[in-house]
């Protein structure tokens, strides 16, 4: 899962909300 965490911005850019949802859902 570490490839998703190193491209997370690719998808979730700069919007917070995807960024928690990423982190709290991953």
């Known amino acids: 899962m570490k490839d998703i965490i190193n491209t997370r911005c690719g998808w979730a ?10 982190d709290e859902e991953w």
């Open 13 to 22: 850019g700069t919007d917070e909300l995807y960024i928690k949802y990423h």
